[in-house]
């Protein structure tokens, strides 16, 4: 396992919270549409920050839930490359609303994002049953 993966689960609290995987799927989907490069630079910057906050939040959900797992389990380690990649994505700073790569910013945030509540789900994360998770 890589440093980074290594490093998320050790910083995994010992009570974990429930995740609104619907909520984080709806704002992450909204940077992904295609007229999302209509928003406004304040809309954009707010998306963005809404996501980075939802990442920072899902991350260690996330690797909780493939803490859960036993080492070498396909789900889990996909899981844990989908926390190092969003954790990869969190430690760019973020870019201006104004320049022109800042929508492509947030679109990977978003990717990410959906990438997490979806390894979320198939972990069997708390609440997630009623959205095809094992819980």
Same mark, same amino acid.
């Given at each position: @396992?890589?440093?980074?993966?290594? $490093?998320?689960?050790? /910083?995994?609290?010992? /009570?974990?919270?429930? *995740? &609104?995987?619907?909520?984080?799927?709806?704002?992450?989907?909204?940077?992904?549409?295609? &007229? !999302?490069?209509?928003? !406004?630079?304040?809309?954009?910057?707010? *998306?963005?920050?809404?996501?980075?906050? #939802? *990442? #920072?939040?899902?991350?260690?959900?996330?690797?909780?839930?493939?803490?859960?797992?036993?080492? $070498? &389990? @396909?789900?889990?380690?996909?899981?844990?490359?989908?926390?190092?990649?969003? !954790?990869?994505?969190?430690?760019?700073?973020?870019?201006?609303?104004?320049?022109?790569?800042?929508?492509? /910013?947030?679109?990977?945030?978003?990717?990410?994002? #959906?990438?997490?509540?979806?390894?979320?789900?198939?972990?069997?994360?708390? &609440? !997630?049953?009623?959205? $095809? $998770?094992?819980?």
């Amino acid at each position: @396992m890589n440093a980074t993966a290594h $490093g998320a689960a050790e /910083q995994v609290p010992g /009570q974990t919270i429930p *995740l &609104d995987v619907q909520t984080m799927r709806q704002t992450a989907l909204r940077a992904l549409r295609k &007229d !999302s490069e209509n928003l !406004s630079q304040e809309e954009l910057d707010s *998306l963005t920050q809404a996501l980075r906050g #939802m *990442l #920072m939040l899902a991350i260690p959900e996330v690797t909780a839930a493939a803490d859960r797992h036993p080492q $070498g &389990d @396909m789900p889990r380690v996909c899981a844990l490359v989908g926390v190092e990649e969003a !954790s990869r994505h969190l430690r760019v700073r973020s870019v201006p609303a104004a320049s022109r790569w800042a929508l492509r /910013q947030a679109q990977r945030l978003a990717r990410s994002l #959906m990438a997490l509540t979806d390894h979320y789900v198939n972990l069997g994360g708390p &609440d !997630s049953a009623n959205l $095809g $998770g094992k819980a």
